[in-house]
């Protein structure tokens, strides 16, 4: 295992005892208070910690390869994680706003501010430095899981910032002729960032759900992969090529046509692949390549699913 897999499991087990230390310490809160935020504030962070010990698990898998049960691999693996994370954290959040729009219809919630405001401000300020510092992990690991990982913490992050915007509110209003909306401010916060914040999740998920349907990646990365299989093709006298391209979480599979002019030694093109391989692995360390040489072409049509009738039309 390398240093920079053993880091990433190492961050993920600590995100997991973090988050479960802000639950115990969120409920305890969350009874004091009378807080319904507070409460769910730290029910996220009780499931976040189950769902970061598969983050851990999910990592060794995707890098341990293909085995004699999945032949290529298990790169679909990371995509399928990130699509049931992001439903249940985008479920909790609609749980959370309903609940909040069941407390404003039936005349608010008094809270303790006081007990509250102690725990919230210490899980906003620990969950946004946590997910900024995720953030900027998984930029460097190039790594979906990590980036899942942060924002959930952004996630919880705010919904804190939510709860302390009410408490604010609620000391404002109590000066005013206007205390008896009080009750009413913990709720309406709450419902304004859930919905502010969900619809990144929302996009997260389909994302992944696209991934999981072996989409093509973005056109950015088709554009990159086009510029370094090009001026190869072009410098070694190829007629052409194509290239196929699906990215699972981390992993990008890409299988390439090379078109020939005429017949190569085998073991010029073996040397020439290699180049290929070599430039692709420069651009992603997770990518899984093959490059398949052609003169003929006719038979690239019949590898790809098609109805029996017409597959014999390309038969000689």
């Not at 409460?39 to 995707?62: E, H, P, R, Y």
């Not at 070694?236 to 890409?254: A, D, E, N, W």
């Not at 073991?267 to 990518?287: G, P, Q, V």
């Amino acid at each position: 295992m390398s240093s920079k897999t053993e880091k990433e499991i190492a961050l993920l087990k600590f995100s997991t005892i973090v988050s479960f230390l802000f639950a115990v310490i969120g409920f305890f809160f969350a009874a004091k208070s009378g807080s319904q935020s507070v409460f769910f504030d730290a029910f996220f962070s009780f499931t976040s910690v189950f769902f970061t010990l598969i983050s851990a698990k999910i990592v060794k898998l995707v890098l341990k390869g293909d085995d004699s049960k999945y032949h290529f691999g298990y790169g679909a693996f990371e995509p399928l994680f990130i699509v049931l994370r992001s439903l249940f954290t985008i479920c909790v959040n609609l749980t959370l706003a309903a609940n909040a729009v069941r407390t404003i219809l039936a005349g608010g919630n008094h809270i303790g501010i006081s007990w509250a405001a102690l725990y919230t401000g210490l899980s906003a300020a620990v969950s946004l430095a946590g997910a900024i510092f995720l953030h900027r992990t998984a930029r460097k690991m190039e790594s979906p899981t990590m980036f899942a990982e942060s924002k959930s913490w952004l996630n919880d992050g705010l919904l804190s910032v939510a709860v302390l915007l009410s408490f604010a509110g609620i000391f404002i209003l109590q000066q005013t002729p206007a205390s008896g909306l009080t009750v009413y401010m913990d709720s309406v916060i709450t419902l304004i960032f859930i919905v502010w914040i969900t619809p990144q999740f929302v996009q997260q998920f389909l994302f992944n759900i696209k991934e999981l349907l072996t989409a093509a990646p973005s056109p950015d990365i088709q554009k990159e992969m086009d510029d370094i299989i090009r001026p190869l093709v072009e410098k070694h006298g190829f007629s052409g090529f194509k290239i196929y391209s699906v990215q699972r979480g981390r992993t990008l599979y890409i299988l390439i046509h090379v078109y020939l002019a005429e017949e190569r030694k085998i073991r010029e093109l073996d040397k020439i692949r290699k180049e290929m391989i070599c430039a692709i692995r420069k651009y992603n360390s997770f990518s899984d390549t093959d490059i398949i040489f052609t003169i003929d072409t006719t038979w690239i049509p019949l590898s790809v699913p098609s109805e029996g009738e017409k597959k014999l039309d390309f038969y000689p």
